[in-house]
């Protein structure tokens, strides 16, 4: 008896060690952009100040990068032909503090979520099946989003251009002067709560784009894919080849 007890603890002790957290602190400064390429879960706040912190299982978090080159922080793995077998689904939370944030970029399935706006000549970059919260309040704002991963964004802009290339979602919300938004492949841009004085907008494949034109509206569809609008557009330029659709809704 006393002998299976023994096993037990033992065995629940090497497992509290497994899964043991710890957190590191790293310093970093002098970026007004961050470039995550992993699976890690990015939590960024605007403060003014520059921090980086980071909380997970020891060895993983001893194999993360982070460098800051060009005003862009990076994050990686050093190890990338072995980082699956070391990540092994163990959860790594990063925490970041910035003046200010022009840019984020994810690659991976990680994810990044801001708490305050990017700022200036704004851009999004995602690519894989992870996901980017943000709000901005920019003079311009590129998004791309190429995989199947999510883009979720409230904006306050003169110009916006986004693309969806692949089978990933976008989220759209607030307002903007010119909006030129696309989608190929089977992606979705939901922007029905985007209000935009200017709309181009145009769909290959079977895709879908929903937005709220004021003023303007080109919309194009070439294959299965569906542009529905809203608004109070008095200009509606309307292309149409395949069986896609054009509707205002």
Not at 41 to 64: A, P
């Amino acid at each position: 008896m006393k002998k299976a007890l023994y096993l037990l603890f033992t065995g629940l002790l090497l497992t509290t060690m497994a899964f043991a957290q710890t957190t590191q602190s790293r310093q970093v400064a002098g970026f007004n952009s961050i470039a995550s390429a992993g699976s890690f879960n990015v939590h960024v706040k605007i403060d003014g100040t520059e921090s980086l912190k980071i909380t997970g299982d020891e060895e993983v978090i001893n194999d993360i990068e982070t460098t800051v080159s060009d005003g862009k922080l990076k994050i990686g793995s050093k190890n990338k032909n072995s980082w699956t077998k070391l990540f092994n689904n163990k959860r790594v939370d990063i925490y970041i503090t910035a003046k200010s944030l022009s840019g984020l970029s994810s690659s991976g399935s990680g994810n990044i979520k801001l708490d305050g706006n990017l700022t200036g000549n704004a851009e999004i970059w995602a690519s894989g099946s992870g996901s980017i919260t943000a709000a901005v309040n920019a003079n311009e704002l590129q998004i791309a989003l190429s995989g199947s991963g999510n883009v979720t964004s409230s904006i306050s802009t003169k110009e916006l251009t986004a693309s969806v290339s692949g089978s990933g979602g976008m989220s759209l919300s607030g307002n903007v002067t010119n909006a030129n938004i696309k989608v190929s492949g089977s992606g979705n841009l939901r922007a029905k709560d985007l209000k935009a004085d200017v709309v181009s907008a145009s769909v290959s494949g079977s895709g879908n784009i929903n937005i709220t034109a004021e003023k303007t509206i080109s919309a194009q569809t070439s294959g299965s894919g569906r542009i529905t609008y809203s608004g109070n557009a008095t200009t509606v330029d309307i292309r149409k080849s395949g069986s896609g659709k054009v509707v205002k809704g």
